[in-house]
């Protein structure tokens, strides 16, 4: 098959395209064999081409008996299934188009085909398109995980039901305008809750139009001045900002959620044991300083590939309550110049690619 493989981290510049990759294979009765039509690059894509999260990504690999390399990149697609194995349920037919993630240790989805567990597609919703499909569900999940299972629900059990329950809750979230923030805002909206958002000058009209209820716009506002006083149930930081973020403002929470946690660092540095207590360590470390300073408890947020979220997403895109917001679409023999767009940052949305021309 076809498709964009790198066999060392050397960047970037290390992705090749390949009309000669091995087709991947159906190796359990619950996993299913989908053409790829549409995918995304993720910033942990662009990060993995540099070896990122390797310690922890190849302990996961050797128990799957999965290679490390060729590598391929992309973790969530849009397709058609063309084969299954036997236990799969029913509501997955060989022909019906879907939408799913792939774990970060598995082999990704910038190819012609893949191959997942049942557990982490569906059939696509209703009422999007194949390349809105493809620009949902690893950012979605990702914010979906951070609110829902390491915000320890907080009062949001909406977000696994979609029968809301988050009404009235303060959200903040850090990065409002890229495709975790913009997927949060719509996820909070859904819920009822009050939400304010910071992003760049030029998406304050966006991520107004979105739904925040309130939104600064970094750049232009004294952010001392803007959150002075200011108390949220949880700030999600989906900006890339750290732990240390949290200290730096006149705000105060229940819940500050960063997506930076430093754990695959550390044990890309470190290794697996050391590098794990020193992230405990950390944590620690970051939680006395966030509770010392009166301000609240500090947690990491991470991408989980959970079906209950996939379903929320799936019934959430077909009430209309929430909508895939694109920056670009490239083709496939673009995927280079989409994984640079991701690098240089400043997204509006998701970055997405067009396996096959339709
Ligand atoms: N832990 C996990 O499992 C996990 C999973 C997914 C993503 N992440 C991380 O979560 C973060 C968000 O991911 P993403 O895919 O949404 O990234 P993205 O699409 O690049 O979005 C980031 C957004 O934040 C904005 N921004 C940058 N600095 C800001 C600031 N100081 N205040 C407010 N907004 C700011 C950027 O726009 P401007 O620069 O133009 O303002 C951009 O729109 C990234 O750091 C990513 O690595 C973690």
């Known amino acids: ?9 050397g960047g970037i510049n290390s992705l090749r395209f390949s009309d000669n990759l091995e087709l991947p294979v159906i190796r359990s009765s619950n996993e299913v064999f989908v053409e790829v039509y549409t995918t995304a690059v993720n910033s942990l894509d662009q990060l993995m081409t540099e070896g990122y999260g390797q310690r922890v990504l190849n302990t996961l690999r050797w128990i799957s008996k999965i290679n490390e390399f060729p590598l391929i990149l992309g973790r969530e697609f849009c397709g058609v299934v063309r084969a299954k194995g036997q236990s799969v349920r029913a509501d997955i037919q060989i022909g019906d188009k879907v939408w799913g993630v792939v774990p970060p240790h598995q082999p990704g989805s910038i190819a012609e085909y893949v191959v997942v567990d049942q557990s982490v597609i569906t059939r696509k919703p209703e009422g999007i398109d194949d390349i809105g499909a493809a620009g949902i569900l690893y950012a979605g999940l990702t914010a979906w995980s951070s609110l829902y299972i390491w915000g320890l629900a907080g009062g949001l059990q909406g977000l696994k039901t979609s029968k809301g329950g988050g009404k009235g809750k303060r959200l903040c979230i850090l990065g409002a305008s890229g495709g975790v923030g913009t997927l949060a805002v719509q996820m909070a909206k859904a819920e009822e809750m009050i939400v304010t958002a ?10 107004k139009d979105l739904g925040a209820d309130h939104v600064i716009d970094y750049r232009k506002e004294d952010l001392k001045e803007a959150f002075r006083g200011l108390s949220f149930d949880i700030i999600l930081d989906a900006a890339g900002l750290g732990s240390d ?37 950390n944590l620690l470390q970051s939680n006395v300083k966030t509770i010392y300073g009166y301000k609240g408890l500090l947690k990491w947020g991470f991408f989980v590939p959970a079906p209950q979220g996939i379903e929320y997403f799936r019934r959430q895109v077909e009430s209309g309550k ?32 067009k396996v096959k021309n339709d």
């Open 245 to 281: 973020y949290a200290t730096t403002l006149p705000w105060s929470f229940s819940q500050y959620i960063t997506l930076q946690p430093p754990v695959l660092n550390n044990t890309d540095a470190n290794g697996l044991i050391l590098g794990t207590l020193k992230s405990a360590i």
């Open 198 to 207: 910071t992003c760049s000058t030029n998406s304050v009209q966006m991520v």
């Open 322 to 353: 929430i909508k895939p917001i694109i920056d670009t679409v490239y083709d496939f023999n673009e995927t280079k110049e989409a994984f640079d767009k991701v690098a240089k940052g400043h997204l509006r949305g998701k970055i997405i690619i």
């Open 1 to 9: 098959m076809s498709g964009w493989e790198i066999g060392e981290y």
